[in-house]
Every structure is written in structure tokens, then in C-alpha cells.
């Protein structure tokens, strides 16, 4: 037999703990309704992205053969920076592809090109930030660092990451988006 006081705690915690998995069953419900009526690709921003991308021809092009490396070329990569063709070398080496120059890194101007290329017209820049760092909660975790963040003034509170390295447009994040990885 239980003696009352402990009979007394012992339903005292049960309604505590039926509280807190009751809560969490709510929380669970609401995620999964708002995971199921929400457009994936709403989240991923692509609203936000241009559907057809300009492709850039062009002409004069140094052959990576004629580069001065010693290093071999394993893979190899044309892009487009800022109107300037670059290879994007073993993925870590920038050349200019008209001229063979080393870059080492990416300036504002360029990343907000690379920004325009991708993202629709019309949306104003509020601010280019460069970051080299971010935490385990960041919205960039993962991206390859440093990065420029633009950032633009929509409701939306959309933000794009280009990645100093190679020039790559990496991914965009908004509001829609933010509640979806707090889901």
C-alpha cells in the first residue's frame, strides 16, 4: 500500500508530466501541419531566384595548359564573375581565364553581381557584410567560409550567400525559411 503523501506526489507529477507531453503533442501537430501545407519550395526561396539564367559566351581563353603550375588539374570549372570568365581549378584555385592571374579573393562589387545574376529584379540592397565565421545556430551553417551576406529590404528579410572563395552563389534564406528550420 502507498502511504497518501507519496500517493499525492505521484499523481502531482503525473499531471505535470501529462502537461509537458501534452504541450509537446500540440508542438508536434502544429509542425506537421505547417510541414504539410507549405510548399517546399516556397521555403527553399526559389520565388525569389531567376527562373532563366543568362548564359555568357566567351572568347579569347587561356588554355589551363598554358598556366604557370606546377600543380596537376584534377577538376576544372568555368564561371562567370562579374563578367569575367574565371576557372575554378581543383576547387581551390581561382584564374583569371583571359589572363591566367591568380585571385585570391572576391571583392563586395563582384559578390553583389553574382547576387544579381540569381536573385529576381527589383530588389533593394540594404547591406553586404562579410562573414568568416558562424555558430552551430547560424542560417549559413555549413557554407563554405568566408562569405558575403546581402542582404535585402523585402518584408521577407531575404538574405543570399556567395561564397569568397569560388564566387558561387550558395543558397538565399527568408522569413518563410526561418520558420521552417525552427519547426
Known sequence: MVKRKTALKIRQAHRYLG?????????????GL???WTDIDEIHGDQFRKTEM?????????????FDSSNEIHSMELKNI?????YWINENILRNAK????KKTLSEAEALSIANQNMIDG??????ERITSTGNHHEY??????????????????????SVADGTFRTLRHRDWRWFDFL
Not at 19 to 31: A, C, D, E, N, Y
Not at 54 to 66: A, C, I
Not at 99 to 102: D, F, K, Y
Not at 123 to 128: A, K, N, P, W
Open 82 to 86: 562579374a563578367g569575367e570568365p574565371y
Open 123 to 128: 530588389l533593394e540592397v540594404t547591406e553586404i
Open 54 to 66: 543568362v548564359q555568357t559566351d566567351f572568347s579569347n581563353l587561356k588554355s589551363p595548359s598554358e
Open 99 to 102: 589572363t591566367g592571374e591568380i
Open 141 to 162: 551553417r555549413s557554407g563554405p567560409l568566408p562569405a558575403y551576406v546581402i542582404s535585402y529590404k523585402t518584408p521577407e528579410n531575404i538574405r543570399a550567400y556567395v
Open 19 to 31: 502537461l509537458f507531453i501534452g504541450i509537446q503533442f500540440i508542438m508536434w501537430t502544429v509542425s
Open 34 to 36: 505547417y510541414f504539410s
